[in-house]
């Protein structure tokens, strides 16, 4: 750029004046921008996780300005990051960008947010149940403990059974089942979870105490009220059964003749039609609160003779007989014949 002065003065050489040339510079006009990104992957985090925000500046010059926002709050510092592990899923991070002066742009300013989905940090839980559902077996008999519910256990849990809170080796299914407990022995199970957000990986299940009962020998004895077991019969007889090892409530089941006449848990049994000489036992079965080996077990016999009633109508039989007889003085003596009669 020049200028050309023209002077009125009166005496003048030349009445004009070219000045010096100033060479201009235009610098053209920029639009700003701000492009903010943070280190998760998915945008998805869970409560208490640390992120960073990073801005990515355009026309911004060679030394622009941040200003970093939460929730339309000032936050931060004058840099490209900004870090926080507090956020909730309703807050918004933004940073408004300031170009530096020696370019020129419009608007004076550029900004961007960002936002993400907080999820809660839960807490795995599991249960366990037994079959029997009752946890009270025999000496031996088999128990199966199985997972009854659980809860944000993830898409692939671990699993490791317990034992009196010990590990027990190479038992990592979902099942345990096992013929070796003693009595008091207590079962529990121990999940790592792989959930996503977790206050804690493990959850402890509930402890199942098992009652492991001792096998037993049962044996039974009968007695009758009829002290030499001879009977007529139509004798109503009363035997009483006496176990050992039989429970609260065992079951007596009589045999008369090898033929069952009677199923109770009465320990008593009367009879009283009786055809010919027999013999009676009982059976015993103990009831299910005790473990017995053998599961039921016979008393011995005892042998019932039986005499056949007189009829009921009497019968009248008449005979003749012939007697000795001798007189007063017991030297003279005849023959007399007599009837007689006898009824039966």
Not at 97 to 113: K, L
Not at 304 to 326: E, G, K, R, W
Request: contains cysteine; proline residues 6%; hydrophobic residues 30%.
């Amino acid at each position: 750029v020049t200028v050309v002065m023209t002077s009125n003065e009166t005496c003048l050489q030349v009445p004009t004046a070219t000045s010096n040339a100033i060479a201009t510079t235009v610098n053209p006009l920029l639009t700003p921008s701000v492009v903010l990104t943070s280190d998760d992957a998915d945008d998805i985090i869970c409560d208490g996780t640390s992120v960073t925000f990073t801005a990515a500046s355009t026309n911004g010059g060679v030394s622009p300005s941040y200003q970093w926002q939460l929730n339309g709050t000032n936050v931060g510092s004058n840099s490209t990051t900004y870090t926080n592990s507090s956020l909730t899923s309703s807050d918004v991070v933004s940073v408004i960008m300031t170009p530096s002066g020696e370019i020129c742009v419009s608007p004076a300013t550029a900004s961007d947010t960002y936002s993400l989905t907080v999820n809660p940090n839960e807490t795995p839980t599991i249960t366990i149940d037994s079959t029997p559902a009752t946890p009270t077996i025999c000496d031996g008999d088999s128990i199966t403990f199985s997972i009854d519910n659980q809860t944000f256990e993830g898409s692939s849990p671990t699993y490791q059974w317990l034992l009196n809170g010990s590990t027990i080796s190479g038992e990592t299914g979902t099942t345990y089942t096992t013929t070796t407990l003693s009595d008091g022995d207590v079962v529990s199970l121990r999940m790592t979870s792989n959930f996503s957000c977790l206050a804690t990986p493990t959850a402890n299940s509930n402890n199942i105490a098992v009652t492991v009962k001792p096998i037993l020998t049962p044996s039974v004895t009968i007695v009758s009220d009829d002290v030499d077991n001879e009977i007529c019969d139509s004798d109503a007889v009363q035997f009483t059964a006496t176990p050992t090892n039989g429970g609260t409530t065992p079951t007596y089941n009589w045999y008369v003749g090898g033929i069952l006449v009677s199923s109770d848990t009465v320990s008593t049994y009367t009879h009283s039609s009786w055809t010919t000489d027999t013999t009676v036992y009982v059976e015993m079965v103990p009831s299910s609160d005790v473990c017995t080996n053998p599961a039921s077990i016979n008393s011995s016999n005892i042998n019932m003779t039986v005499f056949n009633s007189v009829p009921a109508a009497p019968t009248t039989i008449s005979y003749d007989t012939t007697a000795l007889c001798y007189d007063a003085t017991g030297h003279n003596f005849w023959l007399a014949t007599y009837d007689a009669t006898a009824t039966y």
